[in-house]
């Protein structure tokens, strides 16, 4: 198995149910942010200033740290055309680039087939937590998902070698590819040999870490350690996927989104400095999305379903800045409420993919998007 060692990696944390824009990157000094925000906004003398229009969320300290040394590059008014307030229609669209109509392939599934187009490790993209996102989703592509990477794994309560070896080879009988060819069951054998293979790989990752840095105890912070174990194991895994919240704030949001924030910022601080002292830094670099922003106006304790956005992206390779405009707060510009968009989200991953994977972007995202410049070269 080729080792990751040295070869660019990619972590996708997804900010499940529609992170709050406009509570994220602040546009501290428009008069209209407190206007429109008179009892869910945060308060300027708390705001962390990035300049002398925008600054972030009092939580995002340690994203601020990182800000402070080039490292975060915002893609403000990200989006995508005639958006959809619907959490799993805008999903479905963030995941398999298709904002016109049903997808039936991740657009990270594909970027894995194209890094390992052969299937040779199973192990090219991983997710962590339950289930497997769409965005992973492509047919012919094993993705291992794993819940908890201290007790994954197939039979792991089974010490004995010989007694494992047996279960395992039980569990793939029973996908065994049936006489005359079936491509139903031949697919399932393909998939029980896949996961028992992986189970087996990853399961020694833990074993095998060792760091001076200290993980929050929550789940945004536990996930990142799992994917810095997965990634210094060296198994070959590029793609790394996860995500937390949830974020949709209808009420009692400045305390919700401040926790969350508060976790996201801690656990990317946690991993990077984790990164650093491995001296991986610059192999790897976060993108961080959300699947919608949230209304303009608050309903008094929350925001509700909007669109336009803010994406992030972090590591030692990154450009820190702004990309894309800050949409405005104006009543004539906005799109029935909500922040409009200005730039298309297919345009971040078409420079994810071709300056960071080195695959092809077009066949991946459904068309050719303008890049941005946020990859260091």
Request: glycine letters at 12%.
């Amino acid at each position: 198995m080729v080792a990751s060692q040295g070869k660019p990696s990619l972590v996708v944390i997804q900010l499940s149910g529609g992170n709050d824009c406009l509570n994220t990157v602040i546009p501290y000094n428009q008069g209209l942010y407190y206007d429109f925000r008179p009892s869910v906004r945060v308060n300027p003398d708390q705001i962390l200033k990035l300049d002398d229009q925008l600054g972030l969320n009092p939580s995002m300290a340690p994203i601020k740290r990182l800000w402070d040394e080039g490292k975060v590059a915002i893609i403000n008014g990200i989006g995508y055309p005639n958006p959809n307030r619907s959490h799993f229609r805008s999903m479905d669209i963030w995941h398999t680039a298709e904002p016109s109509k049903v997808g039936t392939e991740g657009w990270l599934g594909r970027a894995i087939r194209e890094l390992d187009p052969r299937g040779e490790n199973v192990l090219t993209g991983v997710n962590f937590g339950r289930g497997l996102p769409r965005a992973l989703g492509c047919k012919g592509v094993p993705v291992a998902s794993v819940g908890n990477l201290a007790t994954y794994g197939l039979y792991p309560d089974l010490q004995d070698a010989w007694l494992r070896r047996y279960a395992l080879d039980c569990f793939k009988q029973m996908y065994g590819v049936a006489e005359g060819g079936d491509m139903v069951m031949d697919f399932l054998s393909r998939t029980g040999e896949d996961a028992a293979k992986g189970a087996d790989i990853l399961r020694t990752a833990p074993e095998k870490y060792s760091s001076s840095v200290e993980y929050a105890n929550n789940p945004m912070a536990q996930s990142l350690k799992s994917v810095a174990q997965v990634m210094f194991a060296d198994l070959g895994t590029r793609i790394y996927y996860t995500q937390h919240g949830s974020f949709d704030t209808h009420a009692g949001e400045l305390e919700t989104h401040s926790r969350l924030w508060r976790e996201v910022s801690g656990a990317i601080s946690d991993f990077m400095d984790d990164l650093q002292e491995h001296g991986r830094e610059d192999e790897v670099i976060i993108f961080l999305f959300s699947e919608f922003g949230r209304r303009i106006r608050d309903n008094g304790s929350g925001t509700d379903h909007g669109s336009g956005g803010v994406a992030f992206v972090i590591g030692g390779m990154v450009k820190g800045g702004f990309y894309g405009e800050y949409p405005s707060l104006e009543p004539e510009k906005q799109l029935d409420g909500d922040l409009h968009f200005n730039n298309d989200f297919r345009m971040t991953y078409s420079t994810i993919l071709e300056q960071w994977l080195g695959v092809e972007a077009a066949p991946i995202v459904n068309g050719h998007f303008e890049q941005l410049d946020f990859i260091r070269k």
